[in-house]
């Protein structure tokens, strides 16, 4: 398992992958309604680069990160048929930022460019600036020909859905206990399958994770 520290320098990018799979287009008549060629690594719109000025928000008192070596284990197995990479994990833990990461790929059969899964989880200790600005940005919808981007809610958990038809790329993301992001991202694969995937980590377990 490859492991590395990162420090706070990391913290827009990572602020970055929070952000929804899509910016709203600034001609509502376009065909690029904000689908964007990198799931899971919008574009960010005017408002989540105004945060991104504002600078992280500042860590909840008194939460500890959840070590990765116990989000590891949530990755799921390969279903049958494919293939799983190492978990790659990370950890930045600061007076200012506190975050932890582990994240799996996934490729199904041997052809040069098969489909291709990734899991990540992220855990950000409860951080409120952080929650409020994913959810908040969670509220765009659009739909256009080439696919969507959409609010969405499973089990009672609320989520962010974004769908390529050109790109062959599709993504889910949810919030799990206010701390946990959970995010699938699909290529050459139905969108339908998002939620199969999801079904595969135990959010339940990763819920009483502390």
């Known amino acids: 398992m490859n492991k590395r520290i ?8 990572l602020l970055a992958l929070f952000s929804p799979v899509v910016a709203a287009a600034s001609d509502q008549g376009s065909s690029a309604l904000g689908l964007s060629p990198l799931p899971g690594i919008a574009a960010l719109t005017t408002a989540g680069s105004a945060s ?7 860590p909840t008192p008194g939460v500890t990160l959840v070590a990765v070596e116990k989000l590891t284990p949530l990755l799921p197995s390969p279903p049958s048929g494919w293939s799983a990479e190492t978990p790659q994990v990370s950890t930045a833990d600061t007076d200012d930022f506190k975050i932890a ?3 799996r790929s996934y490729h199904q059969g041997e052809a040069d460019e ?17 929650l409020d600005g994913i959810t908040a940005a969670w509220q765009l919808k659009a739909e256009t020909p080439d696919g969507y981007d959409k609010p969405v809610e499973i089990d009672g958990i609320r989520g962010f859905e974004h769908y390529a ?11 799990v206990a206010g701390r946990f992001y959970i995010q699938i991202e699909l290529t050459k694969t139905d969108p339908k399958q998002l939620r199969e995937w999801l079904k595969r980590v135990d959010l ?5 994770l502390k």
Do not use: C, H, M, W
């Not at 489909?115 to 409120?128: E, G, L």
């Not at 038809?165 to 919030?175: K, M, Q």
């Open 165 to 175: 038809r050109s790109l062959e790329s599709s993504s889910l993301s949810v919030i």
């Open 204 to 208: 339940k377990k990763l819920a009483e």
């Open 6 to 13: 990162i420090g706070g320098a990391a913290a827009s990018l």
């Open 52 to 58: 991104l000025e504002a600078a992280t928000p500042a």
């Open 101 to 103: 990461t582990a994240q």
């Open 114 to 130: 098969p489909p291709t899964a990734s899991v990540t989880i992220i855990d950000f200790a409860k951080n409120q600036g952080y």
